[in-house]
């Protein structure tokens, strides 16, 4: 593993000094492999769906496992579309003169080594590969050991557009080992990973919280609500409600939990109960909510805490705006909290109190999202604080660093 | 422990609220408290250096904890100093419209709580509890044991000033458990603290490493060099060799090695080795420096990884500017790494290749700094990548929220 790291580290200080020209020559070769060999590419995704099929995983899963033309085409034009964006380095973040002369600017530079540990999708492997290329990173990439022979395939075509660019290949290292222990392996590469990007669920998190010694930024859950309140337009509070949480329920920002004001509750909860109900969404409710809408299960504390990634949601009735936020403040993740009202002071105090990557006003909470904020492809969404908050794109797998400029100062 | 990260907590989320104004009046009531308090401050302090002349603490680290009525009074102009700094909170740091109308701003906004542990000087109390403050984050800090009484009482009078101003005098809270396992606690904190600081040598860094939960920056080891290229003023090498070492021997800004071009060696190591024997500074060097200077120690190659923080210092030949680069990169620690050259290829080559937190040119290590940097004080120099990389000051006690607004948008 380590020397995996090694070799990602010296492709890096290449990749660093390389021109936007020649990093873009790559990801158009890399797209233009990838459809070169599709073939190769649905040959090794159908062993591994034969593999999977025979192992006895579900359904959907396999579903994320599979590749198609179409597929392929689109991780290409992926690719393509992270060539066309304007290279995220060499700008200057700041700078300014001291009164002693010395001259400091904030260089925007590469992290260095951008690791990824994810799961079945093998569409990851190319869309982390470009923006990690794109942001003048070296790749080290750790799928899942179902789509272990298409991630390969995948990245010996996007190794080989990479080299015909006249950059090293290992520009994008494909860690082959799936055991368990290799990803704890990769979690304590202190000083070759200079930020670890973890996509998987709970244990996965749990796992680097415990176990890693390099940098990281955490792709966590969303536990996201709708909070309807006393002065909000029902009929735009309906249409949020019902997009927030049916228009995609398995991924983080779709809506788990919904909290309506008292004083609203009466003429919304009914209403939006046969909307969801009627796409097929389970209700559970606190009593007050219940008592409205008898049909709904009762909700445990706990359902309040999950992220059901489902055709499921919490439901509540609050008091007032304070009583939200209360609830938003013990329950929530910290992704994105949703707020439909038409009175200013409680849509300002809301922004304001609500402590998440995202706070939406009269907007649905799937839009928490690196296309949908017009960043381009995202490597994941951080529900941490410290370096990024939010969507990460390409900015995000950048960092600075102080070039100070004297002409013989020293310290008194 | 869990408990005072909940006192801290519920007071982040009242002074995250708080006015500019509220919090510089804080800060000044702090600051005049510290100094009505003084006699009760020394007498603690008093009592802690009697504890530990008993326990055999060694002089340097006695010192280190000693208070004086200057010390203090010290302290409170820090506090007032940071009173005078403009809010780094509210801004926007960014916003634009997405063409289907979602106004998307990316507002400044505190961290939450910050914990920070440290060693022997009492004085970081007040220093991080005022930056903590004025940046809108509850302080959590732990100091050292044979700091304890001197920081109660330190700790007593912040508090009080906060009080006065009508916050909760959780903004601070000291952690008074100063067993080894309680640090150990702090550092699992998740979900109560937002970011913790480590201030302390590589034992309190790895214990972060090994068992930390909560989001952290690292301030970590600077083993900084000095590059005296083939194209180097001498003279002004000399000057900045001198002051990198000898000024402040003790900092992580401090020059731990000195690489000399081959073609300048002959002429400039026998100049400096006076220079800086004529201070007291011990020289360890590669066979080729030796030979330039008899007197000077054999280095091995750990001594080229040392950071000494004392009057010691490793020196080396190179060939090139290559092999100075190479030599930082396998031996440094991404903090401070300075070339002294006139050549202009050589010193863009140096900015570029050096990855490092800060690159000087002809400029002395030492100005790696929130002061010199011009952020006023600093609550730590982060040898990370992510967050903050080098001086860390208000600015980077902040973290940005998404705050969107739409007219009812849902997701196609």
Redesign the interface.
């Known amino acids: 593993m380590r020397q995996l790291g090694e070799r990602a580290k010296a492709a890096s200080?290449v990749l660093?000094?390389a021109r936007s020209s020649v990093k873009d020559d790559a990801l158009v070769n890399a797209a233009a492999e990838l459809v070169d060999r599709a073939d190769q590419i649905l040959e090794a995704n159908a062993a591994d769906l034969a593999a999977s099929d025979q192992a006895g995983v579900a359904p959907t899963i396999q579903d994320r496992l599979r590749l198609t033309e179409g597929r392929i085409a689109a991780m290409a034009a992926g690719l393509e579309e992270v060539a066309a964006h304007p290279d995220p380095l060499g700008g200057v973040a700041a700078g300014?003169t001291?009164p002693n002369g010395?001259r400091?600017s904030q260089v925007v530079v590469p992290?260095?080594v951008v690791a990824v540990i994810y799961e079945n999708r093998p569409n990851v492997t190319a869309d982390a590969a470009g923006l990690c290329l794109k942001s003048g990173n070296a790749a080290l990439l750790r799928g899942s050991s179902a789509a272990l022979r298409s991630n390969q395939a995948i990245a010996a075509a996007i190794r080989s557009g990479i080299g015909e660019a006249g950059l090293p290949e290992d520009c994008l290292v494909l860690v082959e080992d799936v055991r368990r222990e290799s990803a704890v392996e990769l979690m304590k590469l202190?000083g070759l990973i200079?930020?670890l990007v973890p996509r998987g669920g709970p244990d996965l998190i749990a796992s680097v919280?415990?176990n890693a010694?390099v940098?990281y930024?955490i792709d966590g859950d969303g536990n996201c609500h709708v909070y309807v309140d006393a002065a909000a337009?029902l009929d735009?509070a309906l249409?949020?409600t019902v997009?927030?949480k049916t228009?995609?329920p398995s991924v983080c920002n779709a809506a788990e939990s919904l909290l309506v004001h008292r004083k609203v509750a009466a003429e919304f909860l009914p209403r939006v109960a046969k909307a969801l109900d009627a796409e097929g969404v389970e209700m559970v409710g606190d009593p007050a909510a219940r008592a409205l809408v008898p049909e709904m299960g009762e909700a445990t504390d706990a359902d309040f805490s999950k992220e059901f990634l489902d055709l499921k949601i919490s439901v509540a009735v609050v008091d007032d705006l304070d009583s939200a936020i209360a609830h938003i403040?013990r329950h929530g993740s910290g992704h994105t909290e949703a707020i439909i009202t038409t009175d200013l002071k409680a849509a300002e105090r809301f922004?304001?109190?609500v402590?998440?990557?995202?706070?939406?006003?009269?907007?649905?909470t799937?839009?928490?999202d690196g296309e949908?904020?017009?960043f381009g492809a995202e490597i994941g969404i951080s529900t941490?604080?410290?370096?990024a908050?939010?969507p990460m794109g390409l900015k995000q797998l950048t960092?600075?660093?102080?070039?100070?400029?004297?002409?013989?100062?020293?310290?008194a």
Chains 1, 2 share one sequence.
């Open positions: 200080r660093a000094g300014w001291r010395l400091i992290l260095g202190r200079d930020c919280l415990e010694t940098p930024v337009d735009m249409a949020i997009n927030a228009q995609r403040t922004a304001r109190e402590d998440a990557a995202a706070v939406m006003v009269n907007a649905s799937r839009f928490t949908q904020f017009g941490q604080k410290l370096h908050r939010g960092t600075l660093k102080y070039v100070v400029h004297g002409d013989g100062q020293i310290r």
